[in-house]
């Protein structure tokens, strides 16, 4: 898996580009349309955490695990989110897409179809990944189900997965696309972007 360390994904509603520290105010702007942060499910970035958020991120693609994005609105310019590959386990060819969020107008748009594509895309075609998990919340129903929707498969419950900031223990469900399914989930999707079906 020998992959640039910022590649950046273009496609044609959303931009997928390398997270950077300049871009903490575009990221506290997106993370308020809904104020996010406040979301118990889900870890998304305040005032009070945006540095820590950005120091993580920005160490793991240092340590070569992690490659953080933030996603772009083509049409207005703006950032309305950030997800990132990580747990990337090269000698193995697997990943996992997560720590993803988008301003909640971007939500159930073909922004969020999209920048999925582009990021399992590059994961099957140009890191070469054999597969592709997904991990969130057993209580996050709205994820949860969007996930299936991408054509990803249900595996199971992990219990007590980890501790969110409230200090609730999180059981999470962990799904994935295998290289073998991602020629009939790409056709999907595009097939949604085609038909202009928002997620």
């Not at 950030?82 to 971007?106: P, V, Y």
């Amino acid at each position: 898996m020998s992959i640039p360390a910022y590649p950046a994904l273009i496609g044609e509603h959303a931009e997928l580009l390398p997270l950077a520290r300049d871009q903490a105010g575009e990221l506290l702007a997106a993370a308020a349309d809904g104020e996010l942060w406040n979301l118990k499910v889900t870890v998304v970035p305040g005032p009070g955490s945006i540095d820590a958020y950005l120091d993580k991120a920005l160490a793991g693609r240092e340590a070569g695990t992690v490659m953080p994005f933030i996603i772009r609105n083509r049409r207005s310019g703006r950032i309305v989110g950030s997800t990132r590959f990580w747990k990337i386990d090269r000698a193995n060819r697997k990943l996992e897409i997560g720590h993803t969020w988008l301003a909640a107008s971007a939500q159930r748009t073909a922004i969020n179809t999209e920048a999925k594509l582009l990021l399992l895309e590059y994961a099957f075609e140009a890191m070469g990944c054999v597969r592709v998990q997904f991990t969130t919340d057993v209580l996050n129903e709205k994820s949860r189900a969007a996930i299936l929707r991408l054509g990803a498969v249900q595996e199971g419950i992990v219990r007590h997965e980890r501790i969110m900031p409230d200090g609730r223990k999180r059981d999470s469900v962990r799904f994935s696309i295998i290289d073998d399914e991602w020629p009939a989930v790409k056709a999907a999707l595009l097939a949604r972007l085609g038909r202009g079906h928002s997620t």
